[in-house]
């Protein structure tokens, strides 16, 4: 920048006050952050905000946004690599599911939104490169925007996810879900406010998730972002390749009339990239995943000083896009399909058409991937509400992050919701906060909710009065043991006399002079006594039943137990696990009660340990012992197996009467039963990949990394267990064979029996 002065003698003092106002005014502005950006360095320990070094921007710890996690920072060993102050810090969120920031934002304005990661090695494991899974998911709102994979990566390099998006009230939600493969963190989250004619195809039910965004030409900076991009967007300068040439031009570059949607920067656009006079096209490859619907955007301005003849066709690999196209001459000419969308495109080419004089050329271009926006949030009048009460109790559970009920998987724990009216927010229908220590008053917020129907505050240390509620939908609510009193107000009385609420006041000292049923749970009494009465006489009937069936077959079961004793093999196997005698079996299965599987093996039973860990006991049928040549050799085999997604061996029964395998225990049960189980729970897209993914390293375990090699040949979704975090564990290994370099032929079998 060029500033001119002129001068008089008598007026040197105040040209000298002027140039140091000048000066402070550019600093300050130089300074502070342009209206309306959000700028969070996750992890920052210090309480006061910084002006980031490079661009300037106002950078904010971020205390004030978030609820949980832990502050950590990358290891001393990185911290010369970090490409900016942001990547030196980080929040890691190892519990819970589901963990949120919530920014500020306008209802109905357009947003650009970006996360960045970089792990750097904080927690000293690892976990970028010891070849086990490491990503977590990152929701926009109540919706998947990304997965963020960090396998395999340097634990330096800089990962940014962007995002433009339509904010759906006057806050909006960043979620990292854990997938149970590797511990979720962030370094940095930033918002940044675009223009409402910005990117028209984005939508309230369509964001765009930003898969490639570059500039091209000879620029010093890899990445090109604010102050030179008024919206702070990240322009990748796309490296140089042989017989590629670059063009550039000084002359400003403005946007084509009725052409605004994107403001690339002038400076990008005084760039570009073309071939030699050798090469008729110019060919941009794409690393879109084939499941992806992609949106691409190229820029493109004629730089050339002369007035040249350009022409050229544009394809996506065998399908035109766009036929002999024209690039204007120093102005922004933005191509793209008006939001159509496209599937694994591969590549991208300019081919110069038969009448142009010179080859295509390309200045920058964006490639979108489709955010659906399908998840409704909560009722916006019932999450401000909660978010009164979280506050008034000062309420902190783990689950209580981001929206209320959706997704239902990850819904606040002790509320029901209702999600029948599909295209309607789903409303809060029941609160229990009981037992949750709750102190104070009885927040008015509560009852302000029009579609609550089930309120249980119970056993809590509730205090005062009870409000006057004009609450109609209302249908149950339960006040017992608190420290509440009176007077009751008529509204409630009167829904309370007409049969229309279920009132529970009883353990208040509003009802040491109240007789009412409400206080004295009469009904509740009779039916304790009822059922003890109930209870006494069949507990009574059965003991004296079991003594009579005791005295009839003792005999015949002690023979049975002296049996089974005597039947158990001397030599044990050679393996670094447990063996169990039958006896112990029968104690940790509770007399093998209760049956959690079927197959031709025979019966899988649920077990417990003496430290309380909970196993499946698979037991081969005695019909299948004599033929189960396979069974100690198998359990030989596996007892050298330990993965994450193999199913633990713990144990082995060698009896002549009784073979059985001792597993950890799955409490998801399998993948065929999650799959077909009903409305209760169904898997999401982004879960069965994972559980997917889970399946595919444990059987490349097996086939890579065992000596010898092992072939599961018999992947089905029954023999793929779920943990409690719905981690994909491989199982019945009954079919399994080791094989070797002389041995093809199992390979060769296994793959066939895959394929089908």
């Keep these: ?58 950078f904010d710890p971020d205390g004030g946004f978030v609820e949980s996690g832990m502050a950590k920072q990358m290891t001393q060993e990185f911290m ?46 690892n976990k970028t490169r010891d070849r086990s899974l490491f990503l977590f998911g990152l929701h926009v709102g109540v919706n998947l925007w990304e997965v963020v ?104 570059v403005d946007s084509l009339p009725g052409n605004n949607y994107f403001n690339v920067p002038s400076a990008i656009m005084q760039n570009a990239l073309t071939v ?23 820029h493109f301005a004629e730089i050339n000083g002369s007035n040249p003849n350009r022409r050229f066709n544009i394809y996506s690999v065998d399908r035109l896009l766009f036929s002999d196209f024209s690039p204007s001459r120093f102005q922004v000419d933005s191509v793209h399909e008006n939001g159509r969308f496209l599937y ?21 271009a964006e490639l979108y991937s489709l955010v659906r926006m399908d998840n409704l949030t909560t009722n916006s009048d019932d999450v401000n509400y909660m978010k009164e009460v979280k506050k008034n109790y000062n309420l902190r559970p783990i689950s209580w992050n981001g929206d209320p009920c959706s997704p239902r998987e990850y819904s606040w724990e002790g509320l029901t919701c209702d999600y029948t009216k599909s295209n309607q927010n789903p409303r809060i229908v029941s609160v229990n906060l009981s037992m949750s220590g709750l102190k104070g008053g009885l927040a008015v917020s509560f009852l302000n909710m029009v579609s609550l129907e089930n309120l249980d505050l119970s056993h809590n240390n509730l205090t005062g009065s009870i409000p006057d509620y004009h609450l109609k ?48 749970n009469k009904k509740n009494d009779i039916h304790v006594l009822l059922i003890t009465v109930t209870v006494s006489v069949v507990l009574v009937s059965l003991l004296v039943l079991m003594c009579i069936i005791w005295k009839l077959c003792w005999k015949g079961k002690l023979e049975d137990h002296e049996d089974y004793a005597t039947n158990e093999e001397e030599t044990s196997l050679n393996v670094d696990i447990r063996r169990f005698t039958y006896a112990e079996l029968k ?47 198998e359990v030989q085999t596996l007892s050298k197996v330990h993965h994450k997604n193999l199913v633990t061996l713990k144990g082995y029964c060698q009896n002549k009467k009784c073979l059985a395998l001792i597993y950890d225990f799955m409490s998801r049960g399998n993948l065929q039963q999650l799959i077909r189980g009903g409305d209760d729970y169904s898997l999401n897209w982004e879960q069965r990949l ?51 370099d002389a041995h093809t032929h199992i390979s060769t079998v296994a793959a066939a029996l895959l394929a089908s």
């Design 1 to 58: 920048m060029v500033i001119h002065f002129i001068c008089w003698p008598s007026t040197k003092l105040a040209w000298i006050l002027a140039l140091l106002l000048n000066l402070v005014m550019m600093i300050q502005v130089h300074g502070q952050s342009p209206s309306g950006f959000v700028s969070i360095d996750c992890g920052f320990r210090n309480s006061s905000s910084y002006n980031d070094t490079t661009t300037g921007i106002q």
């Design 473 to 520: 939908s209302l249908k149950i609510l339960n006040l017992s043991n608190n420290q509440l009193v009176g007077p009751i107000p008529d509204s409630i009385l009167q829904r309370f006399q007409a049969g229309l609420l279920e009132l529970r006041l009883e353990g208040n000292p509003i009802c040491s002079k109240v007789k009412d049923t409400y206080c004295s």
């Design 276 to 298: 030699d006079m050798n090469s008729s096209g110019l060919s941009i490859s794409v690393n879109s995943r084939p499941e992806r619907a992609v949106l691409p955007i190229f």
């Design 149 to 252: 994979n960090l396998t395999n990566i340097d634990p330096s390099n800089m990962i940014w996810k962007e995002v433009l998006t339509i904010a759906p009230s006057n806050s909006m939600s960043v979620c990292l879900i854990n997938f149970g493969s590797g511990i979720p963190f962030i370094s940095s989250l930033e918002l940044r406010p675009l223009k409402d004619a910005s990117y028209p195809f984005v939508n309230i039910s369509v964001s765009l998730n930003l898969d490639d965004r570059v500039r091209f030409g000879t620029v010093p900076e890899e990445i090109t972002r604010y102050p030179t991009d008024d919206y702070d967007r990240y322009w990748v300068t796309f490296p140089n390749k042989p017989n590629l040439m670059i063009l550039s031009t000084t002359n400003k």
């Design 344 to 364: 694994n495109p591969r590549a991208f080419i300019l081919n110069k058409t038969r009448n142009s004089t010179l080859q295509p050329l390309i200045n920058a």
């Design 690 to 740: 994972h559980i997917a993914l889970d399946a595919a390293q444990g059987l490349e375990y097996l086939h890579e990394s065992c000596t010898p090699s092992i072939v599961h040949r018999d992947v089905k979704t029954p023999n793929i267990l779920l943990d409690k975090n719905l981690v994909g564990i491989i199982s019945d290994f009954g079919l399994s064979r080791a094989f070797n």
């Design 587 to 633: 104690l940790i299965t509770n007399e093998f009660q209760s049956i959690i599987g079927k197959g031709g093996f025979g019966i899988v039973y649920h077990g417990i340990l003496e430290n309380g860990d909970e196993v499946a006991v698979k037991v081969l049928m005695e019909t299948s012992i004599a033929e189960s040549t396979d069974f100690l050799p």
């Design 80 to 125: 010369a690599n970090a490409r900016n102050e942001q990547q030196k810090t980080l929040r890691s969120f190892p519990d819970g599911s589901r963990n949120c920031y919530t920014l500020p934002s306008t209802i109905g304005k357009k947003y650009l939104l970006r996360a960045t990661f970089t792990y750097g090695n904080y927690d000293r494991l």
